[in-house]
């Protein structure tokens, strides 16, 4: 069983940060890419960060240069270092997994459960 969690989500203030960190447990063979998405109320789920499992970044443009991903790939975890964030950043920010279970099996996506971002002062 693959699962992921979350944690590092809360309430902050307009041109604060959070970290929020996700940590992959169970039995991995191998884990591809690490990505956070997030769905604001009323509106569809997108693509914050990803990061490869080699460390290739990719960011939305309504992040960049705000928000940095990182990933430890011995502690099978990725952050999201979110700086000067802004209350359109308010969502619910989903961790996801793209990862091989067992050697040889195919990739399989996982979600993580959520955890609300709020910017609000």
């Known amino acids: 069983q693959v699962q992921l969690v979350e944690s590092g989500g809360g309430l902050v203030q307009p041109g604060g940060s959070l970290r929020l960190s996700c940590a992959a447990s169970?039995?991995?063979?191998?884990?591809?890419?690490m990505a956070w998405y997030r769905q604001a109320p009323g509106k569809q789920r997108e693509l914050v960060a990803r990061?490869?499992?080699?460390?290739?970044?990719n960011y939305a443009d309504s992040v960049k240069d705000r928000f940095t991903l990182s990933r430890d790939n011995a502690k099978r975890t990725v952050s999201l270092q979110m700086n000067s964030l802004k209350p359109e950043d308010t969502a619910v920010y989903y961790c996801?997994?793209?990862?091989?279970?067992?050697?040889?099996?195919?990739?399989?996506?996982?979600w993580g459960q959520g955890t609300q971002v709020t910017v609000s002062s």
């Open positions: 996801y997994a793209q990862a091989m279970p067992t050697m040889g099996s195919p990739w399989y996506v996982y």
């Open positions: 169970g039995s991995i063979f191998k884990i591809y890419v």
């Open positions: 990061i490869t499992s080699n460390n290739m970044t």
